[in-house]
C-alpha cells in the first residue's frame, strides 16, 4: 500500500464517526495499523521486547544486586508488574522454594537487592524474571563468579627521577582498594589493572595485573601531558570493575640552568679526552721522528 492509500485510510477513520456511523473506531484503526505495517515492515518486529536480565554483580562478596531491561510492547512501557523470583540450590534442603525479591528499591529501577541476610557465597543461587504470571526470564550463578570490585580510589603519583637529558622522567602511581573490599582479612584478594596514554591518544597502554597498590611508570615525556586510570578484579576471576577517576600526570620542566648543567659535564669530558689524545699523539710523533734523525 503506498503513501497515498495510507493518507486515504487515516481520512476515514476521522470522518467514521461523523458519517458512516456503522464502522467502529476499532475496526479503522485496525486498517491503519495494518497500513503502518505495509509501509514499514520493521515496526512489526520491534513493537514487542520481554524483559532480560542486564547484570548481576557483587561489589565486595557480602551482597550483590540484579538488573534487568525494560518490558516494552508496541512502543509502549508494558503497564504489567515485573517481579524477580530466586531460589537457593541447597543440596541439603530436598525442595526448592521460589521467593520473591527482598528489595525492589536500593539498587534503583528495574532491580533487585539482595543484602548481607540474603547473599550465600558458596551456594548457587537461580533467579527469574516473570510477568503476567508466565517466566521471561531467568539465570544461575555463584555469588563468587558475579565479583565486580567498585573502582580503586585516591589515586597519586610522585617524580622518581628526571634523566640527565631532561627529555623523559619516571614516577610512581599508588591508589588504595575500594573502601568497602575486605582485603586485611583476606575475605577478598584484589588484583589491579593500570593503564596510561598521553592525553591526545585514543588508545589506552596496559600494564600487566598486579596484587600491589603502586607502580613505577617509567620513560614518560617531560613535555606531555598523562592520563592514568586502575580497576581491580578478585584475583584468578575475568572479572573486572568499573575504571577509577581518570589521574592527570603533568611533569614538571626542567629549569634551563638546570639543562646546561647536565650538558656541562659531557662535553667537558669531551675536551679533555680530546687534548689528551692530541697530547699523546704529538709525543708519538715527535718520538718517531727523533728515532729516524737518529739512524
Keep these: 500500500m503506498d503513501l497515498w492509500q495510507l493518507l486515504l485510510t487515516l481520512a476515514l477513520a476521522g470522518s467514521s464517526d461523523a458519517f458512516s456511523g456503522r464502522e467502529t473506531t476499532a475496526a479503522v484503526l485496525s486498517r491503519v495499523s495494518q497500513s503502518l505495517l505495509s509501509v514499514n515492515p520493521g515496526l512489526k518486529t520491534n513493537s514487542s521486547k520481554e524483559p532480560k536480565f542486564t547484570k548481576c554483580r557483587s561489589p565486595e562478596l557480602e551482597t550483590f544486586s540484579c538488573r534487568w531491561t525494560d518490558a516494552v510492547h508496541h512502543g509502549l512501557k508494558s503497564p504489567g508488574p515485573i517481579q524477580l523470583f530466586y531460589t537457593r540450590r541447597n543440596t541439603q534442603e530436598g525442595t526448592q522454594e521460589w521467593k520473591e525479591c527482598p528489595d525492589y528499591v536500593s539498587a534503583g529501577e528495574n532491580s533487585c537487592y539482595f543484602n548481607s541476610s540474603f547473599t550465600s557465597i558458596w551456594i548457587p543461587y537461580c533467579i527469574k524474571l516473570t510477568s503476567n504470571g508466565g517466566t521471561v526470564d531467568e539465570k544461575c550463578f555463584s555469588v563468587d563468579q558475579i565479583v565486580q570490585p567498585d573502582p580503586p580510589i585516591a589515586l597519586n603519583w610522585t617524580l622518581l627521577n628526571i634523566s640527565l637529558t631532561g627529555v623523559h622522567a619516571d614516577i610512581q602511581v599508588r591508589w588504595e582498594a ?4 575486605d582485603i586485611q582479612k583476606g575475605w577478598m584478594v584484589l588484583e589491579y589493572e593500570l593503564q596510561y596514554k598521553e592525553v591526545n591518544e585514543t588508545q589506552w597502554k596496559m600494564m600487566d595485573p598486579i596484587l600491589s597498590t603502586s607502580v613505577p611508570l617509567y620513560s614518560l615525556r617531560v613535555d606531555k601531558e598523562y592520563e592514568v586510570r586502575v580497576r581491580s578484579r578478585q584475583r584468578k576471576s575475568e572479572n573486572y570493575g568499573e575504571f577509577s577517576e581518570v589521574l592527570y600526570v603533568k611533569l614538571p620542566q626542567m629549569s634551563q ?31 718517531s721522528k727523533q728515532q729516524r734523525k737518529e739512524n
Excluded: K, Q, R
Excluded at 638546570?258 to 708519538?284: K, R
Design 257 to 287: 640552568f638546570t639543562c646546561e648543567e647536565d650538558f656541562y659535564y659531557p662535553w667537558l669530558l669531551i675536551i679533555i679526552f680530546g687534548i689528551s689524545g692530541l697530547t699523546v699523539m704529538l709525543f708519538v710523533f715527535l718520538f
Design 178 to 181: 575500594p573502601s568497602n573490599a
